[in-house]
């Protein structure tokens, strides 16, 4: 996730929550670590917003535990894979509780992703990919076309739990 798009994140987050008492805490950029930590205090968050680096930090250290997220997101999936950061994706997902929910949003859908998806989804079930876009072409666009070209479609996988 860059700055601006983390920005724009946990702000619109932070709007929405504040009513109903949720606590949304951005763990990268913008302060030091010890001010995010500080942020976080002992009772966690509600929502956590951070580069898939900066969480598999804080959680090797023990200092963000991932066991109780029931809903799991992944922003700019397809841009994570490009910096080089699937294997750290896999390994956070690995944390986080099976019966979670998960949304990989993405603006192309490249087969490295197909296969995260997979390996994120409970039981070993298929993911569920929704297209938003203007028209079926946009859809065989966005198979093969690089992100910046295909701005404001997205691709999203939704894994649900058996009880659903």
């Known amino acids: 996730v860059t700055q601006?798009?983390?920005s724009l994140l946990v702000h619109s987050a932070r709007s929405k929550a504040h009513s109903s008492g949720m606590r949304v805490v951005n763990v990268s950029g913008g302060g030091t670590r010890s001010?995010?930590?500080?942020?976080?205090?002992?009772?966690?968050?509600?929502?956590?917003?951070g580069t898939p680096?900066?969480?598999k930090d804080m959680g090797l250290k023990e200092q963000l535990s991932l066991l109780r997220v029931t809903f799991l997101v992944l922003e700019s999936a397809d841009r994570i894979l490009q910096l080089g950061m699937g294997s750290l994706v896999?390994?956070?997902?690995?944390?986080?509780?099976?019966?979670?929910?998960?949304?990989?949003l993405a603006a192309t859908w490249p087969k490295p992703l197909k296969d995260i998806a997979s390996t994120l989804c409970h039981g070993g079930g298929d993911p569920v990919r929704i297209i938003v876009?203007?028209?079926?072409?946009?859809?065989?666009?966005?198979e093969a076309t690089p992100a910046a070209a295909t701005k404001g479609k997205e691709a999203a996988t939704a894994d649900f739990p058996e009880e659903w």
């Open 53 to 55: 680096k900066r969480i």
């Open 35 to 49: 001010e995010k930590l500080q942020q976080l205090g002992a009772q966690g968050a509600h929502i956590v917003v």
């Open 90 to 104: 896999s390994e956070i997902g690995s944390w986080v509780r099976p019966e979670r929910q998960t949304i990989i």
């Open 133 to 142: 876009s203007a028209s079926e072409q946009a859809e065989a666009e966005a």
């Open 4 to 6: 601006e798009a983390e």
